[in-house]
């Protein structure tokens, strides 16, 4: 008889949903091992019993090979006495223990299941929700934990025996894939007029028709239409009143995606990955593509590639890349329902590809871009990421921050992760609020969480802040817009000392009222302090100033160079016209009650508009996302720029800037992509010359990026090697997006700190 040994092993991470027990099974099987697994609240549990050499290759295999959608975050091992037991078994669960479990982001198909997919012997070939352990559907299907078909929108098809056994088999690589299913038993297609009547066309026939088809995804309905026919694509952008906003494509394959953008390796890992994002690239301007009625003035465009097998079977030898846009109209929310699809689409689309399973949690696809190093640049974090947590550095009893009134996430913490939400949308529009209040039920059951502590923006006026506080049965806090950024980012990079912050950004309420955007903070997760911001400029109009850029460069010329700036934008910003020029001059000059803004977001848009790049925002940032595109690379130069000292806060001045850029603009005729670089490495020197001297005054050395204006990768991207070059440790998103999508992991973190000082 060989020497055994027993020992209990413990897997932590995300290990449920994600074919971990029965990888673990066959493993033992492989090396004689005995014993068993089991999920349970500290993870999953394996008692093995085998020769010392099994077991240590065993675990060995365990770390080096898991599942490829586990994440694991910790093994550990302990040796036990020897039971004796004789074979080796999957244990059921008990299942209140398996809530403190992570639930697994919707995942797309694998290349196992591909290959069945066109395998015209297999007998789900061609089947739109062919899915394994290693792929399908996850989260937007899920109704309740734990996770298990009953509790999810797959409970209305049964499996038929075919299915069943091999969902009963741990030998099976459909064991335990609770959306499995097929072409006798699973959910189905169907093809609808807009009547809704149901039609016999062929799919592919009608997109190379230029027809405009609604298609049901995952986590919403899109918007398809074929993306080399630019008549096609402009009806879509005239049905849908969408001007300007870029559309993403999606594409039959990688090799086609080469075809359109300029791929890094990381960039295609990204696009390549379980979570299939829409990836912005350099565009190659390939001329086969309706590049300009796709995305116009940009040199990004955003691809992904089919991440269902309905998605896939889209494509086919002609049609090779599609506009692949969210159905819902601006800002109302995602699409999700066939009835709703086909009232709100019915002047939108042609046709509808529908079928019978319900999506459950809406999700949008995430958008990101990828840093020259590899780490993911969020603009959109939602499906293939959420509901999967975040580790922060703080753990105490359950918080909710309730995240801003745009682009809305909220976040909940449970035992030092953060739980993000996809976002829902713009809150002034009830659908999105009624959404979001939804999703937070939802997020707690599935957490099984209430929290004790809610931190709101304290924003006077935003939508979500004024439900926070009629939310009288949890302690409140209101955290500052900039603070919670900087505890985003600081959270995000893990860090909890006292750092500096800047913060670019659209609007934030100010402690002091009035509406910042360009700051520089030092702070931790209790407190903060300002030390540097934009020049305060009078911002008569508010809110309507964002979307009308061409007032913002009125404003700003007016400021800084008095009646000769207006004698400018008389001349050049033929946009605005005389009386509401004649207004917002009087404004400023008549009135003490105008608010100021220090926002960086506002800066773009005015030297946007002044330069004659977009005077008026058909999406949110367009101004500003036009001046970046132009911008020529490599410029090191750029204009002059005022630091002063006022109220003991330095205060950042581009007012010596104008004149300049005005001249080189309407009088050197400077090529726009020259003037536009030299504008970007203005910021970079007035931003990282003014960290120098807070530095020298407060010996701190670290500083973390946030806020919208970080989507500007030329910004990002030299505020990091500026910085860097200087000495100074430079940290910045990954997880969760820089602008106000991530603010409710900062205001969760803030409250974390609170609640923890309270218990
Ligand atoms: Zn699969
Ligand atoms: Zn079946
Ligand atoms: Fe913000």
């Known amino acids: 008889m060989h020497k055994r040994q027993a020992a209990r092993i413990r897997v932590n991470g995300i290990v449920q949903g994600v074919g971990f027990r029965p990888f673990i099974y066959r493993l033992a099987e492989q090396e004689h091992i005995t014993g068993w697994v089991q999920n349970s609240s500290k993870g999953l549990i394996i008692e093995a019993e085998g020769r010392p050499e099994s077991i240590a290759s065993f675990i060995r295999q365990i770390k080096q090979h898991p599942p490829p959608l586990a994440v694991i975050r910790e093994i550990s091992t302990e040796i036990i006495p020897e039971v004796g037991y004789s074979e080796f078994i999957i244990r059921q669960s008990a299942r209140e223990q398996e809530q403190l479990v992570m639930i697994s982001p919707d995942v797309a198909i694998c290349q196992d299941c591909l290959r069945e997919l066109f395998d015209e012997k297999d007998r789900r070939y061609k089947y739109p929700f062919i899915n394994c352990t290693n792929c399908g559907p996850r989260y937007t299907i899920i109704r309740d934990v734990p996770y298990d078909r009953d509790r999810t929108s797959m409970a209305s098809f049964p499996m038929c025996p075919s299915c069943q056994s091999e969902y009963d088999d741990p030998r099976n690589r459909r064991f335990h894939a609770q959306p499995n299913a097929c072409p006798v038993c699973g959910p189905q297609v169907q093809l609808l007029d807009r009547k809704g009547q149901s039609v016999d066309y062929d799919i592919h026939q009608l997109l190379l028709e230029g027809k405009i088809v609604a298609v049901k995804g995952l986590g919403a309905f899109h918007l398809a239409v074929d993306a080399t026919n630019a008549e096609a694509v402009a009806e879509l952008r005239r049905r849908k009143r969408r001007d300007a906003k870029?559309?993403?494509?999606?594409?039959?394959?990688?090799?086609?995606?080469?075809?359109?953008?300029?791929?890094?390796?990381?960039?295609?890992?990204?696009?390549?990955?379980?979570?299939?994002?829409?990836?912005?690239?350099?565009?190659?301007?390939?001329?086969?593509?309706?590049?300009?009625?796709?995305?116009?003035?940009?040199?990004?465009?955003?691809?992904?590639?089919?991440?269902?097998?309905?998605?896939?079977?889209?494509?086919?030898?002609?049609?090779?890349?599609?506009?692949?846009?969210?159905?819902?109209?601006?800002?109302?929310?995602?699409?999700?329902?066939?009835?709703?699809?086909?009232?709100?689409?019915?002047?939108?689309?042609?046709?509808?590809?529908?079928?019978?399973?319900?999506?459950?949690?809406?999700?949008?696809?995430?958008?990101?871009?990828?840093?020259?190093?590899?780490?993911?640049?969020?603009?959109?974090?939602?499906?293939?990421?959420?509901?999967?947590?975040?580790?922060?550095?703080?753990?105490?009893?359950?918080?909710?921050?309730?995240?801003?009134?745009?682009?809305?996430?909220?976040?909940?913490?449970?035992?030092?992760?953060?739980?993000?939400?996809?976002?829902?949308?713009?809150m002034t529009q009830f659908g999105n609020y009624q959404r979001f209040q939804v999703g937070l039920e939802r997020f707690k059951r599935m957490l099984d969480v209430e929290p004790v502590t809610i931190?709101?923006?304290?924003?006077?006026?935003?939508?979500?802040?004024?439900?926070?506080?009629?939310?009288?049965?949890?302690?409140?806090?209101?955290?500052?817009?900039?603070?919670?950024?900087?505890?985003?980012?600081?959270?995000?990079?893990?860090?909890?000392?006292?750092?500096?912050?800047?913060?670019?950004?659209?609007?934030?309420?100010?402690?002091?009222?009035?509406?910042?955007?360009?700051?520089?903070?030092?702070?931790?997760?209790?407190?903060?302090?300002?030390?540097?911001?934009?020049?305060?400029?009078?911002?008569?109009?508010?809110d309507q100033n964002s979307r009308k850029p061409v007032r913002m460069a009125l404003i700003y010329l007016y400021s800084v160079m008095g009646e000769k700036g207006w004698k400018l934008a008389q001349k050049h910003l033929p946009d605005l016209s005389w009386d509401e020029q004649e207004i917002i001059i009087q404004q400023i000059n008549h009135s003490r009650n105008w608010l100021y803004t220090s926002s960086c977001g506002r800066l773009f848009d005015a030297v946007s508009a002044a330069l004659g790049v977009c005077s008026w925002n058909s999406y949110e940032a367009q101004a500003a996302m036009q001046l970046e595109a132009l911008a020529q690379p490599g410029i090191m130069e750029g204009y002059p720029y005022r630091i002063t000292v006022e109220k003991g806060m330095y205060n950042m001045d581009t007012g010596?800037?104008?004149?300049?850029?005005?001249?080189?603009?309407?009088?050197?005729?400077?090529?726009?992509?020259?003037?536009?670089?030299?504008?970007?490495?203005?910021?970079?020197?007035?931003?990282?010359?003014?960290?120098?001297?807070?530095?020298?005054?407060?010996?701190?050395?670290?500083?973390?990026?946030?806020?919208?204006?970080?989507?500007?990768?030329?910004?990002?991207r030299g505020i990091i090697s500026a910085l860097g070059g200087q000495g100074f440790e430079v940290f910045y998103h990954q997880q969760v997006p820089a602008g106000d999508g991530g603010i409710s992991l900062g205001q969760a973190v803030i409250a974390s700190e609170v609640t923890e000082k309270c218990a």
């Open 455 to 542: 931190a709101l923006d304290m924003h006077p006026d935003y939508q979500v802040s004024r439900w926070g506080r009629q939310q009288t049965q949890y302690r409140q806090i209101e955290v500052q817009h900039h603070h919670a950024h900087l505890a985003a980012a600081m959270a995000d990079n893990g860090l909890g000392e006292e750092v500096l912050g800047l913060i670019c950004d659209g609007a934030g309420w100010g402690t002091d009222q009035a509406i910042w955007g360009g700051e520089i903070l030092r702070g931790d997760y209790r407190q903060f302090q300002r030390l540097a911001h934009l020049t305060y400029l009078p911002f008569p109009g508010g």
């Open 656 to 716: 010596p800037m104008w004149p300049e850029l005005m001249r080189d603009r309407y009088k050197d005729n400077v090529p726009l992509p020259v003037i536009s670089g030299k504008f970007h490495q203005t910021l970079i020197a007035m931003f990282t010359e003014t960290l120098m001297k807070v530095r020298e005054d407060t010996g701190l050395n670290q500083v973390v990026l946030s806020g919208g204006v970080f989507h500007n990768q030329i910004l990002l």
């Open 246 to 426: 870029p559309f993403a494509v999606m594409v039959k394959d990688l090799a086609t995606a080469h075809e359109y953008c300029f791929i890094d390796q990381y960039e295609e890992a990204w696009l390549t990955s379980p979570s299939a994002p829409i990836v912005v690239m350099r565009s190659k301007f390939n001329e086969e593509l309706a590049g300009s009625v796709v995305h116009p003035g940009l040199d990004t465009l955003g691809v992904m590639l089919p991440y269902t097998p309905l998605h896939t079977l889209l494509f086919d030898a002609q049609i090779k890349v599609l506009v692949m846009t969210s159905a819902n109209i601006s800002d109302e929310p995602l699409i999700t329902d066939n009835r709703e699809a086909l009232d709100q689409l019915k002047d939108v689309a042609d046709y509808f590809l529908v079928h019978n399973r319900e999506i459950v949690n809406p999700c949008d696809d995430s958008v990101m871009s990828v840093c020259p190093e590899g780490s993911p640049h969020f603009i959109r974090r939602a499906r293939g990421f959420v509901p999967r947590g975040i580790p922060i550095p703080i753990n105490t009893d359950p918080v909710l921050g309730v995240g801003g009134d745009l682009k809305n996430t909220f976040c909940l913490t449970r035992k030092g992760d953060a739980y993000l939400s996809q976002p829902w949308g713009d």
